[in-house]
């Protein structure tokens, strides 16, 4: 979808505009999917739910100090570079994880 100025001519920029959005609505509900699950998490663990909660703080606070990081990183070394890296570490730290390591 791409939307037209007063030349009749195609603005790209709209639709970058609607995908942004777009992304941004999905990333804000990532970020509040774990409050939800508190109860099912303090089930499972024998918690209260305050305890709980701290899952949701320990998601949260690398969230937002990350995209301070990686925002200015993003902009200096290109974004596809710094996803790609992201990507590398992310996959190791899992497999470590998995491992036991």
């Given at each position: 979808m791409s939307v037209k100025?007063?030349?009749g001519v195609k603005n790209e920029?709209?639709?970058?505009?609607?995908?942004?959005g777009a992304m941004g609505f999905w990333v804000m509900g990532d970020n509040y999917a774990a409050s939800p699950m508190l109860v099912d998490i303090a089930q499972d663990?024998?918690?209260e739910?305050?305890?709980a909660a701290m899952v949701v703080v320990a998601y949260m606070?690398?969230?937002?100090l990350f995209t301070f990081?990686?925002?200015p990183l993003g902009d200096r070394y290109g974004k596809l570079r710094i996803i790609a890296v992201?990507?590398?570490w992310n996959r190791h730290?899992?497999?470590?994880?998995s491992a036991g390591l």
């Amino acid at each position: 979808m791409s939307v037209k100025n007063k030349a009749g001519v195609k603005n790209e920029a709209g639709r970058a505009v609607l995908l942004l959005g777009a992304m941004g609505f999905w990333v804000m509900g990532d970020n509040y999917a774990a409050s939800p699950m508190l109860v099912d998490i303090a089930q499972d663990f024998g918690l209260e739910i305050g305890t709980a909660a701290m899952v949701v703080v320990a998601y949260m606070i690398p969230f937002g100090l990350f995209t301070f990081i990686f925002g200015p990183l993003g902009d200096r070394y290109g974004k596809l570079r710094i996803i790609a890296v992201a990507f590398f570490w992310n996959r190791h730290f899992q497999q470590s994880g998995s491992a036991g390591l």
